[in-house]
């Protein structure tokens, strides 16, 4: 890899956003199909452990949603957060050498 090659740093509240956007939304429409469908039905009851209030009702959903997008916004923080000091770590280690 090129020495002068640089690397973008990750917007942290914006990964944490999209990440937690996507997630609660996932969560939200599992819910739905699995109260109209009975599809994921599985999936909802794993979920259920871990999201109070959390099922396959318009009340679950929207309780999952909000739980979902915190636990993706929470994670999403996390991931950024780690990339860009890795990323520094490896930009000194490419400068002192």
Do not use: C, E
């Not at 915190?70 to 923080?77: A, C, E, K, S």
């Amino acid at each position: 890899m090129a020495q002068n090659q640089h690397h973008a740093t990750l917007g942290v509240i914006s990964l944490g956003m999209a990440i937690g956007v996507t997630w609660g939304l996932s969560v939200l429409f599992l819910a739905i199909i699995s109260g109209l469908f009975n599809w994921g039905t599985n999936l909802v009851i794993i979920l259920q452990s871990l999201y109070v209030g959390y099922g396959p009702t318009v009340i679950g959903a929207i309780s999952g949603a909000v739980w979902g997008f915190v636990d993706g916004l929470i994670f999403g923080v996390m991931i950024a957060w780690f990339y860009n000091k890795f990323l520094l770590v490896r930009r000194r280690h490419i400068l002192n050498n």
